[in-house]
């Protein structure tokens, strides 16, 4: 009983902190994305590919977390673009506290949209609010079909499923048509988006998405 009471004095904390960042952004008319993925999804390539498209036409500024390093930070930081590093040490997730320090170091006047790269992690960043507009989960073919199946929370609350590495299905044991189901199976409202990295493909289809939905939260 006293680790519930502890776990939702915690999660309550971060949704007040979560709500100050959201109000934070639509004051300064920054859209967010949160992206989730499992480790070596491809949220990296993702999110370089979609600076790759949207540069010339949207601000965009990026919060990178990670369990020790900066690698990402640097991969980022090379196409000219605001990117701030959040080293967890260890924390398996983002929480709202860490992504507000993030938001400091960030002019918001000059950003259009924010694309927060969440901890490599499935289970833990699908109790934790940042502040985002949508949460956005990558998964990719090289993962099955059955990781909707186990773990369904963050495929419930994600707004939108990015299906990465799509090129590789000729040498995987990987149905999409039941990895689809698998997906609006638990949750039947959620967009997906079927990608590859290396021939970029559906990376426009998805950009269009992403800047359709700018400016709202």
Not at 25 to 35: I, K
Not at 73 to 100: D, F, K, M, S, W
Not at 188 to 206: A, M, N, Q, R, Y
Request: with cysteine.
């Amino acid at each position: 009983m006293n680790v519930v009471t502890i776990e939702r004095n915690v999660l309550a904390k971060n949704d007040e902190l979560a709500e100050r960042n959201r109000q934070l952004l639509q004051l300064n008319a920054v859209f967010c994305v949160n992206l989730i993925s499992s480790p070596g999804s491809g949220k990296t390539s993702i999110l370089e590919r979609t600076i790759e498209r949207l540069k010339g036409t949207r601000r965009i500024a990026v919060v990178e977390g990670d369990v020790q390093t900066d690698i990402d930070a640097q991969r980022i930081a090379e196409y000219g673009i605001p990117a701030v590093q959040i080293v967890t040490r260890g924390g398996c997730h983002l929480e709202a506290n860490l992504v507000a320090q993030a938001l400091e170091a960030i002019d918001l006047a000059v950003c259009d949209l924010l694309i927060i790269e969440n901890v490599g992690n499935l289970v833990c960043p699908a109790s934790y609010d940042l502040g985002e507009a949508h949460k956005v989960v990558v998964i990719s073919t090289t993962e099955g079909e059955d990781k909707p199946l186990k773990y369904p929370e963050i495929f419930r609350r994600a707004s939108a499923v990015i299906i990465n590495k799509t090129d590789l299905l000729p040498y995987l044991n990987c149905n999409m048509a039941v990895l689809r189901e698998n997906i609006l199976s638990v949750n039947p409202h959620v967009k997906l988006f079927e990608t590859s990295c290396t021939t970029g493909g559906g990376i426009d289809i998805w950009c269009h998405w992403l800047a359709s939905h700018g400016g709202t939260q």
